[in-house]
């Protein structure tokens, strides 16, 4: 069993397993805690305004939060041995459980209990509330998952179901989590009976609803969760796992009902014998991988046979997590931030600002001004920039005038599309518009601009046609019919890539940024589709020059054969070297 970071189970203290332990502390008590295997199903059932409806298989695994290592070679969770297993295929477990794929991005290192940690502090809760804690997830399968849903179940000090996290992962690679606290269930209710026995066995609670999951869905509506404890009375028991959503209308009016729920009691995955392992792995190694394809599929029934209308995707909102950077935006945002540190240290802010952005790792840092002492700021003195959405760098570097586009996002009154939020944004717009093309705030502080190379300034002077004859779509929103009339050099982040120690990142900075705007002219805003030309024009060029070799070497092989033919029928040897081929 897990408590403050102890695991206590006679099932993985026999040798049959091997882990280590996270967190100080040592429990005595013996619980049913350890990991397990959760044979499911999970069903959906759609009310209005078209009713739809399906249900099929699902894996689920439960781990015990704190709990390193493997059980036997069929389920491990933050495996020393990780790496070694990437290398040797042999050697990896069939099912795992990774830290990285949890509550906020990165943090591998941290592991599972490290993680619910440090999400619980961001929340401000005390971690010493929830010394149990148990995580029910889909696991991956030699290295592959998708996982719509995972639950955190939490547990006070007396063994009870005190609160749970729903981390819920969207088909856009997007992540919410949400902290639910129990609330009480009346005794009064139509509920199975056995809750008037231990009414504690049932979790429920009800929350807005404010991350897009599904593109029939809009953002607007509430979520309600009854959930069964599966270790209830007490942690003394292995139940079962059954957890429902009903997604509810604005009006709520219930609308959707999503149900996952385990067909049988907890496997543990130390007991199974060869001829059991090798069963119940044919029986679910494939269910991972249509997942997604499943998903696809009911989307395309909702779309083409019930003719349901289709919200558009919007950004995320501050609380939740935005997807995976490209490249070409982890390029950008490493100018960006050198940038932002550069102005911030320069300046006269009275402030520090904390940059919060969902590339970093850890996610966020700090900037202060060179006048301000160097002890740590307090809480209220810092302003907050929090990117929510990778998006924010590719969009940020079509502009000219970084104050521009924060503007511009900031006048948006509902916030569907914002990519970034400031605690304070005043005195940043203040800072960026006096840096302005001259920069003079910075100036001092940087090294002058590196003087590139001829091809280099034309490529520079391409980028910065590019710019002024490419209108980014999110230029003045409200004004479409007012100009910009402000000169359009270089931008902001143009210089200060330029300022840099190595030309060879301005370079790669220049490529990204020229590859977004000519993605406006000829690729609809879709870098990818650049991307994508350009692999398939290197693959036709490298084929036309295989080709081209093979004709030269043909031609060769035949005019040597044509010249030893000529020489052996002809009755002079001597003349017939002179014979061109």
Request: proline residues 6%.
């Amino acid at each position: 069993m897990f408590k403050s970071g102890k695991l206590e189970s006679k099932g993985h203290a026999q040798g049959t397993a091997n882990g280590t332990l996270d967190g100080p502390g040592q429990s005595s008590d013996e619980t049913v805690l350890k990991a397990l295997l959760f044979p499911s199903r999970t069903s959906h059932t759609r009310l209005f305004p078209k009713k739809h409806s399906f249900t099929y298989s699902y894996l689920l695994v439960g781990i015990p939060v704190g709990w390193r290592g493997a059980a036997g070679s069929f389920l491990s969770t933050d495996d020393p041995d990780e790496e070694l297993s990437r290398i040797f295929v042999f050697r990896r477990p069939w099912f795992s459980v990774g830290a990285g794929d949890y509550l906020e991005r990165g943090g591998e290192n941290l592991g599972l209990r490290g993680k619910l940690e440090a999400y619980l502090i961001s929340q401000g809760e005390d971690i010493k509330d929830y010394p149990y804690s148990y995580l029910v997830t889909a696991p991956r399968f030699l290295g592959y998952s998708f996982n719509p849903v995972s639950f955190w179940y939490l547990y006070n000090d007396c063994k009870e179901l005190q609160a749970m996290i729903l981390e819920v992962n969207n088909t856009f690679d997007e992540r919410r989590m949400y902290l639910l606290k129990d609330s009480p269930i009346s005794t009064d209710s139509d509920d199975n009976w056995t809750l008037l026995e231990n009414p504690r066995s049932k979790f429920r609670q009800t929350w807005p609803k404010d991350f897009h999951v599904s593109p029939f869905n809009s953002r607007k509506g509430s979520y309600s969760l009854s959930a069964q404890d599966p270790f209830s009375p007490l942690l003394s028991d292995t139940g079962t796992i059954d957890n429902t959503i009903t997604l509810n209308s604005s009006k709520a009016h219930a609308k959707l009902i999503a149900r996952v729920f385990s067909t049988e009691p907890g496997i543990d995955p130390t007991t199974l014998g060869l001829w059991a392992k090798v069963g119940f792995i044919a029986s679910w190694w494939w269910v991972g991988f249509v997942t997604f394809p499943r998903i696809v599929r009911e989307a395309a029934k909702l779309f083409f046979r019930r003719k349901l209308h289709v919200w558009f995707r919007p950004e995320v909102l501050k609380d939740s997590i935005g997807r995976h950077a490209t490249n070409d935006e982890i390029i950008i945002e490493r100018t960006f931030r050198s940038y932002l540190r550069t102005l911030v240290e320069s300046s006269g802010l009275e402030n520090s600002v904390r940059y919060i952005s969902p590339i970093l790792s850890p996610t966020e840092e700090l900037f202060s001004p060179s006048s301000t002492s160097s002890t740590e700021p307090v809480q209220s003195s810092v302003i907050e920039i929090k990117v929510t959405t990778p998006l924010f760098y590719a969009r940020l570097a079509r502009y000219s005038h970084i104050s521009e586009y924060l503007s511009n996002e900031l006048l948006q009154d509902d916030g569907r599309d914002r990519t970034f939020y400031i605690s304070d944004p005043h005195p940043i717009l203040q800072l960026l518009e006096e840096s302005g093309a001259t920069e003079e705030n910075v100036s001092s502080a940087s090294s002058p601009i590196n003087r590139p190379s001829v091809s280099d300034r034309i490529l520079w002077r391409f980028l910065q046609w590019l710019r002024n004859h490419v209108r980014p779509s999110r230029r003045q929103p409200h004004r479409p019919d007012q100009a910009d009339i402000r000169h359009f050099g270089l931008s902001q982040l143009d210089r200060h890539a330029l300022r840099g120690d190595r030309l060879d990142q301005a370079t790669l900075y220049r490529q990204v940024v020229t590859k977004l705007l000519l993605s406006d002219i000829v690729a609809f805003g879709q870098p990818e589709i650049l991307d994508g030309l350009s692999y398939i024009i290197r693959v036709t060029l490298s084929y036309l020059l295989v080709h081209a070799l093979r004709m030269v070497w043909a031609y060769i092989v035949n005019s040597e054969r044509t010249r030893v033919r000529i020489c052996y029928s002809a009755e002079e040897e001597a003349w017939c070297e002179f014979v061109p081929p």
